[in-house]
């Protein structure tokens, strides 16, 4: 009678593995219709810390999908220049669209992307731009991600420039930031 007990407890126990364990691992991540919202920064500086640069991005996204997402992107810059005979401060933005798919379901999301818009400011050429991007976001807690992106940006002042552009007048942007899933 206690071996009938005691099998009998035991797959009472096996069968409340499975609800135990998925209240401990909640589900990470957006579900389509949900939007993000990230804060990103980046810089940089010459080795006397007389030259330097920073900027911040922030992004607003809706989920058309699970796993893709679009949205706008706000970029400030400013960059103090220090020479042997000049000092100069510049400040510079970029305004753009972004379309991104992310890869798994985990709380580790790469995901490869594109961009589209306009820079402008001081020390640029205002011009359009569209962008390659790739990077990942990881999920620290359910709804809280943390991210690193890269992007190709190639500039261009019209159609006809666009196609030369990619290889001739492009530059590389970094970011590291938090994003949260509303």
């Given at each position: 009678?206690?071996r009938v007990?005691?099998?009998?407890?035991?797959?009472?126990?096996?069968g409340?593995?499975?609800?135990?364990?998925?209240?401990q691992s909640?589900?990470?991540?957006?579900?389509?219709?949900d939007r993000?919202?990230?804060l990103?920064g980046?810089?940089?500086n010459?080795?006397?810390?007389?030259?330097?640069?920073?900027?911040v991005?922030?992004?607003?996204?809706?989920?058309?999908?699970?796993?893709m997402?679009a949205?706008?992107?706000?970029?400030?810059n400013?960059?103090s220049?220090e020479?042997?005979s000049?000092?100069d401060?510049?400040?510079n933005g970029?305004?753009?669209?972004?379309f991104n798919?992310?890869f798994l379901?985990?709380?580790?999301?790469p995901?490869?992307g594109?961009?589209?818009?306009?820079i402008?400011?001081?020390?640029?050429?205002?011009?359009?731009?569209?962008?390659?991007?790739t990077?990942?976001?990881y999920?620290v807690?359910?709804?809280?991600?943390?991210?690193a992106r890269a992007?190709?940006?190639?500039?261009?002042?019209?159609?006809?420039?666009a196609?030369d552009?990619?290889?001739?007048?492009?530059?590389?942007?970094y970011?590291?930031?938090?994003g949260?899933?509303?």
């Open positions: 009678m206690i007990y005691t099998a009998a407890i035991t797959l009472c126990f096996l409340t593995l499975p609800m135990a364990a998925s209240a909640p589900e990470f991540g957006p579900n389509e219709g993000e919202f990230s990103s980046t810089g940089s010459d080795r006397d810390f007389n030259s330097g640069s920073f900027g991005t922030g992004d607003l996204g809706w989920y058309l999908r699970d796993n997402v949205g706008a992107r706000q970029s400030i400013y960059a220049i020479g042997e000049v000092k401060d510049f400040w970029s305004t753009r669209g972004y798919y992310q379901a985990d709380r580790a999301r995901f490869v594109g961009s589209l818009g306009g402008y400011g001081d020390g640029v050429k205002d011009s359009a731009f569209a962008g390659l991007e990077g990942i976001k999920y807690r359910t709804k809280t991600y943390f991210l992007e190709y940006q190639f500039f261009f002042s019209d159609t006809n420039d196609s552009a990619f290889q001739d007048d492009g530059a590389w942007a970011t590291v930031g938090l949260y899933n509303f």
